[in-house]
Each structure stands twice: as C-alpha cells, then as structure tokens.
C-alpha cells in the first residue's frame, strides 16, 4: 500500500488540474491547471523510475549493487523543458488576450478593434 | 558523397537540414531579404526531392531503418536486455505521409513569398515554418513512443506561434491560446500514455512495446489516453471547436500545413492503432469507436459550415469533416481486422480508400485555403456577404476555387470522387446506413461550397472591387501545383492507388514486419 501513495498523488494532481482546466473562468487558472497536470505527468515518470534498493545512476565509481536505468528521469527533464516553453508561451498569448479584450474571465471577454 | 550515402542517411538529413536551417533564418536575414526567401525555398525544395527519393527506394526495396549513434542496422545494443536505441523508422505509409508533408511545405513556401511581403519579421515567420516541417517529419519517422510526443511538442509550439503570427489581428492571440491549450493537454495524455507503457514493459520502443503488448488493463487506459490524445488533435467531433478558430486567424500558408498536421496526428493515430496495438486489442470496439467518432465528425462538420459567414471558417468547417471520412473508412477496415475473408473482400479497400482520402483531402484543402487567402490578399476581409463578383478580374482564383470546391464534394473528374467512391462502395458492404449518411453530407458540402462560391465570384462586380487584380504570381503557382494535382490524381486514380496508397496501405497494415525490421527474427 505505502508504495501506492505516489500513484494516488499523481491521480489527485491530475485530477485537480483538468477540475482546474475545465471549470475555472480565468484563463490564467486554466494554464495553472494545465501546468498542474504537468507536473502529476513529471511526478509519474519519476515514481515509475524508482526501484527500491538499487542506486541512482549518478556516482562515477559506482557502489557495487544494482543501479536505476536512467531513462525515466531523461524524460522527465526533456518534458520540464518543453513544459516550460509551453508554459511561456500561454502566459504571452494571456497577457495578450488581456489587452486585447480587458478581460482574462472567458464569458466575459469583448473585442476591442 | 555518393547517392548511396545520401539514402542511407536520408531519415536524419530530412530532420536535420530543415532544424539547421531555421536557426540560421535570423543571421541569413542580415544578408536581405531576397536572400532568406532563398535560402527557404532551396530548403523546401531540397526536403521534397530527399523524401521523393527516399520513397520511392521505400516503396521498392522495402522500409528503412536509422539507428543514432550505431552501425546501420545494429538496431539492438550489444550486451542489452532492452532495446534503448534512438530509432527511425521509414516504412511505406511514413514516406506517403512524408511525401504530403513535404509537397505542401514546398507550395506553402512558394506562397508565402509574395503573399507574406507586407508582413514584418519574417526571418521568424520562415524558422517557425520549418520547425514545423521537423515537427511533421520526426512525428512520420519516429519509432519511439517518447519521441513522438517530444516531435509532437516542437509541431504545436511553432504552430502556435505561427497562428499567433498575426498578432495585431483582434482574436488572433484567442485562437493561438485554444490550440496550444488542446495541444499541450494532448500531448501530457501522450506522455501519460508512455509512462503507462514503460512501465510495464521497460520499453519506449513502438516495436518492442507492440511485440510484448499483452492489452490488460493499464494497456487498455493507455490505448483510451492515445487514441483521446490523437483524435483531439486532429480535430474529430468532441474537440472540433480548435480549428475553425485557428485555422481562420492563422495566415492562408500556414493554415495549409495546420490542415496537414491534423493528418499527421491521424497518421499517429493509426499507428498506435494498427502497429502499437492491432490484432492484440479488441478490433471491433475500436473499429467502431473510430466508426462512430467519424460519423458525428462528419456531420456536426457540415452542418456548421453551411450557416459560417467567414469564408476561412466555413472552410475549416468542412475540413472537420472531411476528416470524418478518414476515420469511417479506416475504422471499418480495422473492425475487419480479425476476420481475413471479409478484410480480403472489401476490408483492405476500405483502408485504401481512406489513405487515399487523407492525400487528396491535403491537396483540396490546401487549394482552398489559397484561394481565401488570395481573396483576403486583395479584398482584406474574410467576410462573404461583402464580397460579390470576383471572376471578372481574378480569374485563375475563380477557377481553382471552383476546382477546390467540386473535388471537395466528390464531383467528378476530380480526386475527391475517386477516393470518396472507393469510401462509399466498401462502407457500404460493411453498413449500408453508413454509407449513405456519408453521401448525404457529401451533398450537403457542395451546398455549403456553392453558396461560398456563387457569393464570392458570381453575381454582378462591385463598384468598391474596381481596382481589385490578379493575384501575384508566385501566389498563382502556389494554386496552379495544387489545382493540377487535384485534377491529375482524378483522372488517374488507380495510377496513385497502385503506386503511392497501396505499399502505405500494406505498411500500415503488416504489423509483425515492422516489429521483424525493427528488432529482428
């Protein structure tokens, strides 16, 4: 059971983020909740990489014993650096919705020619 | 560096030169623009010949494999239990997506050149266009799972700035925000996905993964997040609102390779389908969700459009659901999967008929989106009511539109009636009711394209359109390729279904061959 706990985080973090995605008005809390899903995705990759008893893959000499394959973590950051941009580039478009329309609030927004 | 070479290595040059290229866009505009503009075409043109000549050794001499960092062919490690390798996979149906990829980036560069002039920043405009390209070519090529969604990302993160592009227009940023929403959420089920599948079979390759695929439980939730994943993408009925916001506000070039890169998604979507899964899952239920998914798309697709205003919308309408087509045809073959008699009969005619449907629906669409942009290049709005007697002084738009519009509809001579028949003559075997829902919306596109053309072209010139000419002629090109390739591809169907669709067809299909090439006997 205590080896679950990680996996019901991850079922909670992207739960809250497609509630988030789904039912908030704001467009900065629907990025929120996307970057929350993000991270459960991260946290998932990052719990399926660990074994219990065996070592990182991060000594130069390494301990004898078994050591982690370091592909779940390779993906883990290749997916925070796009998860970054992708963030960025939400916010921009955001800020710009913003000047455009004076709102962020979806039900609310106004063209401005 | 002889041809030999240039084929072997042909799968990374056709990544590499378009990324190498993009990044060098902003120092090659210190040089003047004529020089960027020509630097982007030879780019393009270089990437159609490349993929011209992979595919045509592919549809010979069978698929190619690239391995990163090892011996041609050592696709396992030595020493490994797993395999961990980069890999490439160039079989049949990815040198036929590469092929549409390639030809409408060529177009879609030989357009933008005049048609993009007045615009500002365009060194970034052409870098986003080809990392679009790397995005649309790694998607093809990949035999890794986690590559596709890392290609998938670089796909909608410059598409996005791309739909962007025109920021000063007033829904352009609402447009952008929607895509990349719908991608980026994409994309995590994708990852999702992949991390369900690593971690029971310690596997990122689509090989391995498909030769061990047991389709338990946690496979099953990975096949629901994948094929969820790939059908919002491509713009399939739940999640159709995207397109006609983003393809209306993105420049007309641009929304060509968006039409482009929801086929890409589908190509993916096949993939996992037939290759990752096939005969392991359970054939008719998700013969039948693909079924059910292009029916709604079709329809809900045609009906929106009739009543659309904005010509760029009404036009992303349709390509909704012609994207309906696709799915009807290849579901059907694929609920037919697990009973060879039947599959034999009309089953592997049905795939045929949608493969051929996805290049076809390439090149009409794409000639459509020309011309409303040529439109909206002379006139400056999108707007059909204030639009009227255009055929007098653009003749050559008129009449591709006009092309665009019957092939659209499934008229014949053209290619969408060749394709569209082979859809409704198997479907119709399969359930007949299918069929004819499918031919009613037919019918109801070409009500829609009338009633855009008659309102556009016809109808007596207005006194505000007196000074309007004849589009440039890098534009005119850009419509003529696509117009005669429309026109060609009708009169000779079964020169292409031979040729081009069924060596796709019989890749797509032929699951262990791929798992054979890929990790051996």
């Known amino acids: ?113 | 560096m002889s041809i030999d070479w240039l084929l072997i290595h042909s799968p990374a040059l056709i990544i590499a030169i378009p990324l190498f290229a993009a990044f060098t866009m902003p120092l090659i505009k210190k040089l003047g623009n004529k020089t960027r503009n020509g630097v982007a075409f030879a780019t393009v043109l270089l990437i159609e010949i490349l993929v011209i000549m992979l595919a045509k050794d592919v549809f010979a001499s069978g698929a190619r494999s690239y391995v990163f960092g090892a011996e041609p062919g050592l696709t396992l490690p030595s020493g490994y239990i797993v395999p961990i390798r980069i890999l490439f996979h160039v079989d049949g149906m990815s040198a036929f997506m590469a092929i549409i990829s390639a030809t409408i980036a060529l177009v879609a560069v030989i357009y933008s050149l005049k048609f993009m002039e007045k615009e500002t920043a365009l060194d970034r405009y052409y870098l986003l266009l080809l990392l679009m390209m790397v995005g649309m070519f790694g998607m093809e090529f990949t035999a890794d799972l986690f590559n596709m969604f890392v290609f998938l990302e670089v796909l909608s993160i410059a598409s996005c700035g791309l739909v962007a592009y025109r920021i000063h227009l007033a829904d352009a940023p609402e447009g952008a925000l929607k895509f990349m929403v719908i991608s980026s959420i994409g994309a995590l089920m994708v990852l999702l996905a992949t991390g369900f599948l690593y971690g029971q079979y310690d596997a990122l390759n689509i090989a391995q993964l498909a030769k061990e695929l047991q389709f338990n439980f946690i496979d099953k939730i990975a096949l629901v997040l994948l094929l969820g994943a790939f059908a919002m993408k491509c713009g399939s009925f739940p999640m159709h609102q995207w397109v006609p916001d983003t393809y209306s506000v993105a420049p007309a070039p641009i929304s060509i390779l968006l039409v482009v890169s929801t086929q890409v998604s589908l190509y993916a979507l096949f993939r996992v389908v037939f290759t990752l899964y096939g005969i392991s899952s359970n054939v008719v239920v998700v013969g039948w969700y693909l079924i059910v998914l292009g029916l709604s798309t079709l329809f809900i697709g045609v009906t929106m459009a009739i009543p659309q205003k904005d010509i760029k919308r009404l036009i992303s309408y349709l390509g909704v659901s012609q994207i309906g087509y696709m799915l009807i045809a290849v579901g059907v073959g694929f609920s037919l999967f697990a009973n060879p008699v039947e599959f034999e009969i009309y089953g592997f005619r049905a795939i045929e008929g949608g493969i051929f449907q996805l290049i076809n629906d390439s090149m009409y669409m794409g000639l459509l989106f020309l011309v409303s942009g040529a439109l909206y290049y002379r006139i400056g709005t999108r707007n059909l009511d204030s639009m009227g007697g255009l055929a007098r002084p653009m003749k050559v738009t008129s009449i591709c539109f006009l092309i665009g519009s019957l092939a659209i509809a499934g008229i014949p001579p053209f290619n969408g009636f060749a394709s569209k028949f082979m859809i409704y003559e198997t479907v119709y075997r399969f359930n007949p009711i299918i069929s004819i829902v499918a031919m009613l919306v037919s019918v109801l596109t070409l009500a829609a394209m009338f009633r855009a053309f008659s309102a556009a072209f016809m109808g007596p010139s207005l006194p505000e359109f007196k000074e309007v000419r004849e589009v440039p002629k890098s534009m005119i090109l850009g419509m003529v390729i696509l117009a005669s390739i429309v026109v060609f591809f009708g009169l000779f169907p079964s020169l292409i279904v031979d040729n081009l669709v069924e060596p796709a067809v019989r890749a797509l299909i032929s699951r262990p061959s791929y798992i054979i090439s890929l990790l051996g006997g």
């Open chain 1, 1 to 113: 059971m205590i080896h679950n706990i990680p996996y019901l985080a991850v079922v909670a973090l992207v739960a809250i983020g497609f509630w988030a995605m789904i039912f908030r008005k704001n467009l900065i809390k629907v990025i929120i909740g996307i970057a929350i899903i993000e991270s459960g995705v991260n946290f998932f990759l990052v719990a399926l990489g660990y074994r219990s008893g065996a070592y990182a893959p991060i000594y130069t000499h390494a301990p004898s014993g078994q050591m982690v394959l370091p592909v779940p973590q390779a993906l883990t950051l290749t997916s925070i650096v796009i998860g970054v941009a992708v963030l960025a580039l939400m916010l921009s478009l955001a800020v710009q919705i913003y000047k455009k329309q004076g709102t962020l609030d979806t039900r609310k927004g106004v063209l401005k020619k």
